[in-house]
């Protein structure tokens, strides 16, 4: 049997606009620096369903919100079990994830649509295969997110706009607390300067890999 110790995997969560992209980036580079070896990835992925997602999410190809919700189950599993770069397979050989969304992110947008429990179940499979050890939720105002993706972008897809996104926080926060005794959940206050956010969430993240390594 090996003694590789497993990896961690954290979720990054958030609507859309709170900054997770630049966190995971600093996050990263800080692990890295540590000398722990991390895979960053991100949802949807770039395989043939996540490409499907993505113009579905666009408007570019129509789909129900249903189908759009099911695709992210079929891409989610794969994103864990592919024989690539599967999550499952790097957190088993040691190497720590750190996931641009997860599971989170169905149940608070597709609920937007469909029913919070039926996509919790859909995902079940995922949620049954690896659990993060953090899923880690970058709070922000939709009225801040809202202005920094009209200053960034010049299309959006389907869920972004400024209702969209007041609903997904709120089906965040309703998820958290439909699964609070069955994940570990930390809510990270996102206002402020960059390295503010960066020490607030070093300080939640640092004891994990303190006691794992």
Not at 49 to 59: E, T, W
Not at 74 to 82: K, M, T
Not at 166 to 187: G, S, T
Request: charged share 20%; net charge negative; with cysteine.
């Amino acid at each position: 049997m090996s003694n590789t110790k497993r990896g961690i995997f954290i979720a990054f969560e958030g609507i859309d606009g709170a900054g997770k992209s630049s966190q995971i980036s600093l996050l990263s580079s800080k692990l890295i620096a540590e000398g722990i070896q991390i895979y960053d990835t991100f949802e949807p992925t770039n395989s043939p369903i996540g490409s499907v997602i993505r113009q579905m999410m666009s408007g570019r190809i129509q789909g129900a919100h249903e189908t759009i919700a099911a695709l992210f189950v079929a891409d989610r599993v794969d994103h864990l079990l592919n024989s690539t770069n599967g999550i499952l397979s790097k957190i088993e050989r040691g190497v720590s994830v750190i996931s641009d969304r997860y599971y989170f992110s169905s149940y608070a947008y597709h609920s937007a649509h469909i029913d919070m429990d039926w996509v919790i179940s859909a995902n079940s499979i995922s949620a049954n295969i690896l659990r993060p050890d953090i899923n880690l939720f970058i709070d922000v105002p939709p009225e801040v997110c809202i202005e920094r993706l009209e200053k960034a972008r010049f299309h959006f897809d389907i869920y972004e706009n400024l209702a969209a996104i007041r609903e997904v926080r709120k089906n965040y926060l309703n998820a958290f607390k439909k699964l609070q005794d069955h994940e570990n959940i930390v809510i990270i206050d996102g206002n402020g300067e960059i390295q503010d956010i960066r020490s607030r969430i070093w300080h939640v993240v640092e004891p994990y890999f303190n006691a794992h390594y």
